[in-house]
């Protein structure tokens, strides 16, 4: 099997008659693309970023037909977008209750089990746990080191020129992400529940850098945001375990 890694020779190129079965793409730019007459039977696409823009298929814009979906599926979900302080605590509670009983009825040996290249569930509650900590102790609170030593950075991460030193080598045991995890769940609970409009409106600069100065309900709404999708990403792989 051929890999290409960090290329753009495909920019622009037009494809005849071609054969990408069982082709996988990862960590790639696509946007733009146009397929036509095209065999895309058992095609599976997964993007983060695919609530940002638009994907037409037969001439139909399918992003709002997603976001439905996956609304129905997940309650609650819809108020990641929540403007005010109690929609933001009601989606956080709505979250955070799904998340407990994805947890409580995984067993504990397929904490550290994954699909292919996936996260793992302990992977996933590490990077989680990364997450409150740029969004809610860097970003909103504003703490000069807000980062635990088991979070999962994100990958690229080094290349960004991000301190690496900051985090654990050797992965750590799944009881102390537990009791990590929840400790941040605490903070976050806690942030909203004093939580006002006022504060809510208040700018902050992005954690990562960067030009986007989000309000301090973005960072909230980037947290929820991140633990409905990668609360998708791990109940689609342990469902794909054996």
């Not at 696509?30 to 058992?42: I, Q």
Request: aromatic share 10%; with cysteine.
């Amino acid at each position: 099997m051929t890999t290409y890694s960090g290329t753009n020779e495909f920019e622009d190129a037009t494809f005849v008659k071609a054969s990408f079965r069982g082709a996988t793409l990862r960590f790639s730019d696509v946007s733009g693309v146009t397929m036509r007459s095209v065999d895309v039977d058992g095609l599976d696409i997964d993007s983060h970023d695919l609530f940002f823009g638009s994907l037409f298929v037969n001439g139909v814009d399918v992003v709002p037909l997603v976001d439905a979906e996956l609304n129905r599926q997940f309650p609650g979900r819809e108020l990641q977008k929540a403007q005010t302080p109690e929609g933001l605590r009601e989606g956080w509670a709505a979250v955070q209750s799904a998340w407990q009983d994805t947890v409580a009825g995984t067993p504990p040996n397929l904490a550290d089990a994954h699909v292919e290249d996936e996260w793992s569930l302990a992977q996933t509650l590490r990077h989680l746990i990364l997450v409150t900590d740029a969004w809610l102790r860097g970003g909103i609170l504003r703490m000069q080191q807000p980062f635990h030593e088991i979070g999962q950075i994100f990958t690229g991460a080094a290349e960004m020129g991000f301190d690496m030193s900051i985090f654990r080598v050797d992965p750590p045991a799944y009881e102390e992400i537990l009791a990590v995890r929840a400790e941040r769940q605490r903070q976050v609970t806690n942030f909203l529940a004093m939580a006002t409009a006022e504060l809510l409106a208040e700018e902050r600069d992005n954690p990562w850098g960067g030009d986007w100065h989000p309000s301090v309900g973005d960072c909230i709404r980037v947290i929820l945001e991140e633990e409905w999708a990668h609360l998708r990403y791990i109940r689609r792989d342990l469902a794909r375990m054996p």
